[in-house]
């Protein structure tokens, strides 16, 4: 397998543990001391380790109340050199309150055999999530 393909290999299998709506999933292809960021930070919250996400309770709780979850990849660009993928993403779900979807922003860089993910930057449309987050979390 190609470099290459081992990244968009690594980047979709992550796309998939994202939907599986698991911690351990979603953290299974991240390093440990893999740099987490979600932007815009609106919790002073970021960046986290891969335990730090795995506990945190915030997310745990947006994965409970999400009872559906599909993640369509719309565009992925590969650097090979840089070791990088950025995806461009959208979803669909639903949660415990009603329909769920956002548009996301993905880039991950990878170790370099480029089968874990060392550094992840999220951004998701925040106008999207907020108004999600709040019909559901009051």
């Known amino acids: 397998m190609s470099l290459k393909e081992a990244l968009q290999k690594t980047a979709a299998g992550w796309i998939s543990d994202l939907e599986s709506r698991s911690l351990d999933n979603v953290v299974s292809r991240w390093t440990d001391d893999i740099y987490y960021t979600l932007h815009p930070d609106t919790e002073s919250a970021y960046p986290m380790t891969k335990e730090q996400f795995r506990t ?78 709040n019909k559901t979390f009051g």
């Open 56 to 133: 945190y309770d915030r997310a745990a709780g947006f994965f409970k109340a999400l009872k559906e979850f599909k993640i369509t990849i719309n565009e992925m660009y590969v650097d090979v050199e840089q070791t990088t993928v950025t995806m461009l993403c959208s979803s669909v779900g639903q949660l415990i309150t009603g329909p769920y979807g956002t548009d996301y922003v993905f880039i991950l860089t990878m170790t370099e055999d480029g089968t874990k993910i060392k550094k992840l930057s999220e951004w998701p449309d925040l106008h999207k999530v907020q108004a999600a987050i």
